[in-house]
Structures are given as structure tokens and as C-alpha cells.
């Protein structure tokens, strides 16, 4: 069993920047695939960003690319978000996933196909 507890959302201006963190608890997170999804009011859970296990290859929605960073540090068992250059549609809560032994392309994979969720964390965005 798998524990994903998110911290780090707030009330940013459009622009702004915030990084997220997701600790995990167990010790084989390093064995795990994990990732950044969004869900914006009235609307489906949204894959984002992603990192491999093993190797830390990476993966990003388009609407993200070149603004969101994921990275992940198996030692203190944490992924974290850096998300930069905000936009108001950036607004949503956003979750964090794990999946065990997977690679970074998790843009066709559906809720379903997700081990472990985090309860989430606020992101909003103002003009």
C-alpha cells in the first residue's frame, strides 16, 4: 500500500510560479512511475506531467510543455511540480499518481490505470 500526500497549492497570480511536492510512503517508491494529473471544475482528470521509474525519463501534456517540470527524489521519497509562467486556466486540483514499474507516456492511460491517488491540492490562478 501506497500513502501520496500533496502539498504546495495556493492562490497565485497569472505569471506566478508554484512547486508542488507529493510524498510518498513505502519503501519501494522508487519502483513506482509517477505523475501529476488536474481536474478544473465541471471537467475529467487530466494527465499532465510524468516521470519513469529507473531511468526519470519524462513526459508532459502540450499545454504544459516548456512551463511545468517534474522531477522526483527517491532518497526523501518525493515528486515534486514546478510550475511556472501560470495562466488562469491552470486552475484546478491537482493529483498526484503513482504506477508501479511504468514508464514516462501516460497520456493514453485513464484513471483506472492508476495504483495510488493523492486526495489532491487546490491551484488557483488569478488575473
Known amino acids: 500500500q501506497v500513502q501520496l500526500v500533496e502539498s504546495g497549492g495556493g492562490l497565485v497570480q497569472a505569471g506566478g510560479s508554484l512547486r508542488l511536492s507529493c510524498v510518498a510512503s513505502?519503501?519501494?517508491?522508487?519502483?513506482?512511475?509517477m505523475g501529476w494529473f488536474r481536474q478544473a471544475p465541471g471537467k475529467e482528470r487530466e494527465f499532465e506531467a510524468a516521470?519513469?521509474?529507473?531511468?526519470?525519463?519524462?513526459d508532459y501534456a502540450d499545454s504544459v510543455q516548456g512551463r511545468f517540470t517534474i522531477s522526483r527524489d527517491n532518497a526523501k521519497n518525493t515528486v515534486n511540480l514546478q510550475m511556472n509562467s501560470l495562466k488562469p486556466e491552470d486552475t484546478a486540483v491537482y493529483y498526484c499518481?503513482?504506477?508501479?514499474?511504468?514508464?514516462?507516456?501516460?497520456?493514453?492511460?485513464?484513471?483506472?490505470?492508476?495504483?495510488?491517488w493523492g486526495k489532491g491540492t487546490l491551484v488557483t490562478v488569478s488575473l
Open positions: 499518481a503513482a504506477r508501479y514499474r511504468y514508464g514516462s507516456s501516460w497520456f493514453h492511460l485513464g484513471t483506472g490505470d492508476i495504483d495510488y
Open positions: 513505502g519503501r519501494t517508491f522508487s519502483m513506482y512511475a
Open positions: 516521470i519513469s521509474w529507473g531511468e526519470g525519463t519524462t
